[in-house]
């Protein structure tokens, strides 16, 4: 099977190298590099797409613009940002703009890859440290952007959001809530407009910040 093709954008040509070499026997290829946001733009657009833009924005620019302007040139592309720093304003900014994952330079080649399998498969992916703080509640409504109210939210919606923070599929949440996949969907679509969310993960983070945490302490929100 052919490996995952990346786009690796860091201003670091040593760091570019090494991980080029790690990918090499794990069933990812660099196929596109830069160091910077306008080399990347002629770059990534040639030939064959990658399937996963890897950036650091330290450098380069803010995350959230090198976010859209990537997406805009390769849309099918999946975009994680990889970089030293957790800054819970930067992740969510970036998030906001279309990325799918926000990991650690510290992470473990093994973390690493199979975080990007998981974003791969459609997950959104996010440090260990920011889980503890989705957790405790400690993230607040400030860092995300999302709105506070929560009126209006049903009781069924109530029950999807805690379903959200555990993870779960459309699937899974008809199983547990004994309704169908479709009803689901239905649910899902009016809560992401009442409380002004674009996808599962926000939704996810403004029910933990808005009274919605699933009291059981098993969230699942995808980390590494």
């Not at 899902?188 to 009274?211: E, P, V």
Request: hydrophobic residues 45%; charged residues 20%; proline residues 4%.
């Amino acid at each position: 099977m052919p490996g995952v093709s990346i786009a690796l954008i860091d201003v670091n040509n040593l760091f570019r190298q090494g991980l080029k070499a790690l990918f090499a026997e794990r069933n990812f290829h660099i196929s596109k590099e830069a160091s910077s946001l306008a080399a990347a733009l002629r770059v990534v657009p040639e030939g064959d797409a990658p399937q996963v833009i890897l950036i650091d924005p330290v450098g380069i620019g803010d995350a959230a613009e090198l976010v859209r302007s990537l997406k805009a040139a390769c849309p099918q592309a999946r975009m994680v940002l990889l970089t030293g720093k957790l800054d819970t304003g930067i992740m969510t900014k970036a998030i906001e703009a279309g990325a799918d994952g926000f990991l650690m330079k510290d992470i473990s080649i093994e973390a690493l890859t199979q975080s990007l399998r998981l974003v791969m498969m459609g997950e959104k992916v996010f440090p260990s440290p920011l889980a503890a703080l989705l957790i405790s509640g400690r993230l607040n409504v400030a860092d995300t952007g999302l709105p506070a109210s929560h009126k209006g939210v049903s009781q069924r919606e109530a029950q999807i959001l805690r379903c959200l923070q555990n993870g779960n599929s459309n699937k899974v949440i008809a199983g547990h809530l004994g309704i169908t996949e479709a009803t689901v969907k239905v649910h899902l679509k009016s809560l992401l407009r009442k409380i002004d969310a674009s996808n599962r993960t926000q939704a996810a983070i403004w029910g933990i910040n808005n009274g919605f945490a699933d009291g059981s302490g098993k969230q699942r929100t995808a980390v590494a």
